[in-house]
Nanobody, 121 residues
């Protein structure tokens, strides 16, 4: 199983970016996909998650500005980030909680490689 994230970059304050993350491999079911972020010297923190049923959860700091969505058919999750602030600058990691084929229906967490988001003028 692999998670491939894309869409990071440099944007001015107030701008927008859209992150994508696609899960590939022998997957029976994805339970939850989400985005976390980390800055040097700090712990990785939750940004947003979405379940295969469409329920979503957001960090307070991004509510009203970010929107997470998923495409179950493509095993892909998106994060639309609007009204970006300098404090949103971080490496963003995609996460998936899923059941791989051949795991005996056990769930595992997988992480993508991280994509840098920099908000600066």
């Amino acid at each position: 199983v692999q998670l491939q994230a894309s869409g990071g970059g440099l944007v001015q304050p107030g701008g927008s970016l859209r992150l994508s993350c696609a899960a590939s491999g022998n997957i029976i079911r994805i339970n939850v996909m989400g985005w976390y972020r980390q800055v040097p010297g700090k712990q990785r923190e939750l940004v947003a998650t979405t379940t295969n049923g469409g329920s979503t959860d957001y960090a307070d700091s991004v509510k009203g500005r970010f929107a997470i969505s998923g495409d179950n058919a493509k095993n892909t999750v998106y994060l639309q980030m609007n009204s970006l602030k300098p404090e949103d600058t971080a490496v963003y990691y995609c996460n998936a909680n899923l059941i791989p084929r051949g795991s005996g229906w056990r769930t595992y967490d997988y992480w993508g490689q991280g994509t840098q988001v920099t908000v600066s003028s």
